[in-house]
């Protein structure tokens, strides 16, 4: 039987984010207390949160070392551009067709069109990188894949946030739970190297978003609403009433951009680990 052809798309989020917003990077980046809570702000607080990855790779391989790297989950490429600047061996993956784009704009290096739990490569790494895209893969083959893609004594970075136990509910909806996570990693013989906490430092892309949402989006939907409404107050009413649950689940999801919610329920976190044992791999 023939195997079934994966299909990948286009993230419309991510252009809107990358063209509309002018961000190069999709994660929740690192604040200092000067930051301006804007656009500007995000984007420095973002380059410092590529730095510190970045620096925390410098302690495990100088530049120009032979380590190659497999940054899964890539984005549009701005942190293998920074290794590759090094004269690292790095390589991006994502399942995303404008992310691909994107990188192959920006590096001559190997870029995998793949989701990584059904990822199949003829080599093995020396780190693989897991920035802000862990929650992404299911928990199990996350582990897995990466047994079958990791040298001996390779390292998995992580930097991503987490779901506390306690947490339910929206706040539960996404990243891995921290207790379940840590409890694979240690069936899966990895050794925690390092870890730390980064939460309180990413808390205010949070607060920018809801200072955006509550000073130009919401205001923005009430005026073309108020326009609607006195002109087409039949269509109106019932188009609300149409979209009653979407406009629901829209109020509701306004606890997701709430910084004291994520503080309560999640923690983001830099984990350094490294495969403990000698374990099988097709290729050296
Ligand atoms: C929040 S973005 C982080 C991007 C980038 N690492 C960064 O730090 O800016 C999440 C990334 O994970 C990717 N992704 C989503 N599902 C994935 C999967 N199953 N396997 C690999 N990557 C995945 C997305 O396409 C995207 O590149």
Redesign the pocket.
Same mark, same amino acid.
Do not use: K
């Given at each position: 039987m023939a195997a079934t052809q994966e299909k990948f798309r286009k993230?419309r989020a991510?252009r809107f984010y990358n063209e509309v917003l002018g961000l190069d990077?999709?994660?929740y980046g690192l604040w200092n207390n000067s930051d301006t809570r804007n656009i500007d702000g995000l984007i420095q607080a973002?380059l410092r949160y590529e730095e510190f990855l970045s620096d925390e790779i410098d302690l495990l391989f100088p530049e120009n070392s032979a380590a190659r790297i497999l940054?899964? &989950?890539? &984005?549009?490429g701005?942190?293998s551009e920074a290794l590759y600047k090094k004269k690292i061996n790095v390589e991006g993956?994502?399942?995303?067709l404008y992310?691909k784009e994107l990188f192959e704009k920006r590096i001559p290096v190997p870029f995998h069109l793949?989701?990584?739990?059904t990822f199949f490569a003829e080599k093995v790494y020396d780190l693989i990188l897991?920035?802000?895209?862990a929650q992404?893969?299911p928990l199990k083959s996350l582990f897995t894949k990466t047994n079958e893609l990791l040298k001996d004594q390779g390292y998995l970075m992580v930097c991503d946030y987490f779901v506390l136990d306690q947490a339910n509910g929206k706040m539960a909806k996404s990243g891995h739970r921290l207790s379940a996570f840590m409890e694979e990693a240690n069936k899966n013989n990895y050794e925690l190297v390092k870890e730390v906490d980064i939460t309180v430092a990413v808390l205010p892309t949070l607060d920018t978003a809801k200072i955006f949402t509550e000073k130009y989006v919401l205001p923005t939907i009430d005026i073309i609403e108020e326009k609607f409404r006195e002109r087409r107050p039949f269509i109106f009413k019932t188009l609300k009433w149409i979209l009653r649950k979407k406009i629901a689940k829209a109020q509701e999801d306004m606890i997701l951009i709430d910084s004291a919610e994520f503080r309560r329920n999640k923690k983001y976190l830099f984990f350094l680990f490294r495969r403990r044992t000698i374990g099988y791999n097709n290729f050296s």
């Open positions: 993230n991510l990077r999709l994660h973002q940054d899964v &989950g890539c &984005g549009t701005a942190m993956l994502s399942p995303d992310q793949a989701r990584y739990q897991m920035s802000e895209s992404y893969i």
